[in-house]
């Protein structure tokens, strides 16, 4: 399967879906590690939601592509080179901070992004994106919340999420940046100009960042390819633990 | 069908088919539910002549839950959503007291906007001080 040259709305769902599966995997890692009860629970129910969000992009790439294509084959047999999420979501969890930090980015991108693909001309796409919008608000809602309580919260906190932000900032640039995948997917009406959508999305980020008491970081942007299959070192990590299984017993059924 | 899950059900050249819409993204009841709906037709109309089908869109939304549903979910002991769920207002505002389904007081929080499942938000009494899950407005 060459993954690279196959159909370009399949190549847009791979990357849509590729942000879902990683960051799901990531807050998977939290499960019965959370610094509070409820916040486990939280964290679990986040990557339910991101997990079962990859699914519906993966189970409509594999529709299309036929040939007896599977979500499983999509999720478990490509490799690093093959996937194209962004590389602030495979960044490692580090601390509740950058968590929370990695996750107030992120959410208020999709957020911004799944509005956009409610419109999309695919109409499938649009489904997805139309249910997958509720729920996202919710991420959103959450990880805004969190900005804020440790934002104002105590000197520690403050500190640290002040450097959690600005650790992740650097990553936030490649949301914004069309890759190839982006701009066929914008030319053909399936989802949006996502350098449109940097203007939108500080707004966002100030106004919750403004609320925590915590200023914009000024950490210089990196240059990523993420979407584009050039991906940092913690991608090759994840999916070596994440497909272990499935490769270790490829015939093995649920 | 109380939950709004079934959204339609004909019958074609011998074959039942079902439209079912998942309620949240990731519920992982959506295939158990699936599975339960074919085996209970297969046993009317025998194997082979059930297809069903999975609808994403309209989305579904705790709107399409019946006062019977509610009736029943808070029978078990969760707090049914507010109506108008889609009004994005509401999402945003998840504060709104609920009522107690023990003691039926108004006098209660949320604890957390992350419950026991994807669809249930955790909350308390402040009142009998008994927690209750609440299903969560989508």
Redesign the interface.
Same mark, same amino acid.
């Given at each position: 399967m060459k993954w690279d040259t196959c159909d370009a709305s399949v190549q847009y769902l791979l990357h849509l879906g590729d942000d879902a599966l990683v960051l799901g995997h990531r807050l998977s890692e939290w499960c019965g590690h959370g610094p509070i009860l409820? $916040?486990d629970?939280?964290l679990?129910?986040?990557a339910?939601?991101?997990?079962?969000?990859a699914?519906?992009y993966y189970r409509l790439a594999a529709k299309r592509i036929g040939d007896g294509m599977t979500e499983d084959r999509i999720a478990y047999w490509r490799s690093d080179r093959e996937f194209l999420n962004h590389v602030l979501v495979e960044q490692p969890n580090g601390d509740f901070g950058d968590t929370m930090g990695r996750q107030f980015y992120f959410d208020a991108f999709h957020y911004l992004q799944l509005e956009a693909l409610q419109h999309s001309s695919d109409?499938?796409l649009?489904?997805?994106a139309?249910?997958?919008l509720? $729920?996202t608000?919710?991420h959103a809602?959450?990880s805004s919340e969190w900005i804020v309580r440790l934002g104002d919260g105590t000197d520690e906190s403050r500190r640290r999420i002040t450097a959690s932000l600005a650790r992740m900032w650097p990553f936030t640039s490649e949301l914004f940046t069309p890759s190839e995948v982006d701009r066929a997917a914008h030319a053909a009406g399936w989802g949006p100009d996502v350098a449109a959508l940097h203007g939108p999305w500080l707004d966002l980020v100030r106004d919750v960042l403004q609320q925590a008491g915590l200023s914009l970081p000024e950490t210089p942007a990196k240059l990523l390819r993420g979407k584009s299959g050039i991906h940092s070192e913690s991608l090759g990590f994840l999916l070596a633990e994440m497909q272990s299984l499935p490769r270790a017993y490829p015939d093995a059924t649920w | 069908m109380d939950l709004g899950i079934v959204r339609g059900v004909r019958v074609e050249d011998e074959v039942c088919h079902v439209d079912l819409s998942p309620t949240y993204t990731g519920c992982p009841a959506t295939e158990r539910i699936e599975r339960d709906v074919r085996e209970a037709l297969e046993a009317l109309v025998g194997e082979g002549h059930v297809r069903i089908r999975t609808v994403l869109d309209p989305p579904w939304t705790t709107d399409w839950i019946s006062e019977e549903g509610l009736r029943k979910l808070e029978a078990y002991g969760i707090a049914p959503p507010p109506r108008r769920s889609t009004d994005k207002r509401s999402l945003l505002k998840l504060h709104q007291p609920l009522v107690c389904p023990k003691c039926r007081s108004a006098h209660t929080e949320r604890v957390s906007a992350f419950g026991s499942t994807a669809c249930k938000a955790l909350h308390r009494c402040l009142d009998c001080l008994e927690p209750f899950e609440a299903f969560k407005c989508i």
């Amino acid at each position: 399967m060459k993954w690279d040259t196959c159909d370009a709305s399949v190549q847009y769902l791979l990357h849509l879906g590729d942000d879902a599966l990683v960051l799901g995997h990531r807050l998977s890692e939290w499960c019965g590690h959370g610094p509070i009860l409820e $916040e486990d629970i939280a964290l679990s129910n986040l990557a339910l939601d991101l997990v079962g969000l990859a699914r519906q992009y993966y189970r409509l790439a594999a529709k299309r592509i036929g040939d007896g294509m599977t979500e499983d084959r999509i999720a478990y047999w490509r490799s690093d080179r093959e996937f194209l999420n962004h590389v602030l979501v495979e960044q490692p969890n580090g601390d509740f901070g950058d968590t929370m930090g990695r996750q107030f980015y992120f959410d208020a991108f999709h957020y911004l992004q799944l509005e956009a693909l409610q419109h999309s001309s695919d109409a499938e796409l649009a489904a997805i994106a139309r249910k997958a919008l509720k $729920e996202t608000t919710y991420h959103a809602e959450h990880s805004s919340e969190w900005i804020v309580r440790l934002g104002d919260g105590t000197d520690e906190s403050r500190r640290r999420i002040t450097a959690s932000l600005a650790r992740m900032w650097p990553f936030t640039s490649e949301l914004f940046t069309p890759s190839e995948v982006d701009r066929a997917a914008h030319a053909a009406g399936w989802g949006p100009d996502v350098a449109a959508l940097h203007g939108p999305w500080l707004d966002l980020v100030r106004d919750v960042l403004q609320q925590a008491g915590l200023s914009l970081p000024e950490t210089p942007a990196k240059l990523l390819r993420g979407k584009s299959g050039i991906h940092s070192e913690s991608l090759g990590f994840l999916l070596a633990e994440m497909q272990s299984l499935p490769r270790a017993y490829p015939d093995a059924t649920w | 069908m109380d939950l709004g899950i079934v959204r339609g059900v004909r019958v074609e050249d011998e074959v039942c088919h079902v439209d079912l819409s998942p309620t949240y993204t990731g519920c992982p009841a959506t295939e158990r539910i699936e599975r339960d709906v074919r085996e209970a037709l297969e046993a009317l109309v025998g194997e082979g002549h059930v297809r069903i089908r999975t609808v994403l869109d309209p989305p579904w939304t705790t709107d399409w839950i019946s006062e019977e549903g509610l009736r029943k979910l808070e029978a078990y002991g969760i707090a049914p959503p507010p109506r108008r769920s889609t009004d994005k207002r509401s999402l945003l505002k998840l504060h709104q007291p609920l009522v107690c389904p023990k003691c039926r007081s108004a006098h209660t929080e949320r604890v957390s906007a992350f419950g026991s499942t994807a669809c249930k938000a955790l909350h308390r009494c402040l009142d009998c001080l008994e927690p209750f899950e609440a299903f969560k407005c989508i």
